[in-house]
T-cell receptor
Framework: GESVGLHLPTLSVQEGDNSIINCAYSNSASDYFIWYKQESGKGPQFIIDIRSNMDKRQGQRVTVLLNKTVKHLSLQIAATQPGDSAVYFCADLSGGSYIPTFGRGTSLIVHP | GAGVSQSPSNKVTEKGKDVELRCDPISGHTALYWYRQRLGQGLEFLIYFQGNSAPDKSGLPSDRFSAERTGESVSTLTIQRTQQEDSAVYLC????????????FGPGTRLTVL
């Protein structure tokens, strides 16, 4: 079946580096994508979203890039801080659906 | 302001027992979701409530699972005759309207079935 997946389960970076977390999707009808951050023992927290009519969206220290040609989504975190250590999930919705499909998540570890 | 709250935060139960999990959404949020998160996995959709409309129960894994919500207030997720594979974190989220609004998640209830 079609699903949203992540390339890397764990990403280790040094404090101050830029981090890139990737996500692949296979549903060509996907038109809305969301990134969530989940810290240990907490629920997911919305970070940023993007619709399929855009290829880039920026937030505070975060940028989401969408490549519809290869069905790839990435989350870039600038100047990564120890507080960014968490599991990051992408989620996908399509065609007006309100039921998202979540990937397994990537664990980001930031070393001081 | 208060966010989404869930209780209990942890629940340990014996196989075969029933459990009830509670979610208090943000006041005024019409949409409410329940998800299950197994260890090291993404979120699995269970059920969706939107206002007074009939809930979407398409994600419930078996008839042992049920959920209720009165109006736009508290929701309860009930698991009957719990099995070990029900062990997971159960997350609740609410949003002002539909999925394309930002979802606000509660901290979850960690259920352990022995």
């Amino acid at each position: 079946g079609e699903s949203v997946g992540l390339h890397l389960p764990t990403l280790s970076v040094q404090e101050g580096d830029n981090s890139i977390i990737n996500c692949a999707y296979s549903n060509s009808a996907s038109d809305y994508f969301i990134w969530y951050k989940q810290e240990s023992g907490k629920g997911p927290q919305f970070i940023i979203d993007i619709r399929s009519n855009m290829d880039k969206r920026q937030g505070q220290r975060v940028t989401v890039l969408l490549n519809k040609t290869v069905k790839h989504l990435s989350l870039q975190i600038a100047a990564t801080q120890p507080g960014d250590s968490a599991v990051y999930f992408c989620a996908d919705l399509s065609g007006g659906s309100y039921i998202p499909t979540f990937g397994r998540g990537t664990s980001l570890i930031v070393h001081p | 302001g208060a966010g989404v709250s869930q209780s209990p935060s942890n629940k340990v139960t014996e196989k075969g027992k029933d459990v009830e999990l509670r979610c208090d959404p943000i006041s005024g949020h019409t949409a409410l979701y329940w998800y299950r998160q197994r260890l090291g996995q993404g979120l699995e959709f269970l059920i969706y409530f939107q206002g007074n409309s009939a809930p979407d129960k398409s994600g419930l894994p078996s008839d042992r699972f049920s959920a209720e919500r009165t109006g736009e207030s508290v929701s309860t997720l009930t698991i009957q005759r719990t099995q070990q594979e029900d062990s997971a974190v159960y997350l609740c989220a609410s949003s002002p309207a539909i999925m394309t609004d930002t979802q606000y998640f509660g901290p979850g209830t960690r259920l352990t079935v022995l």
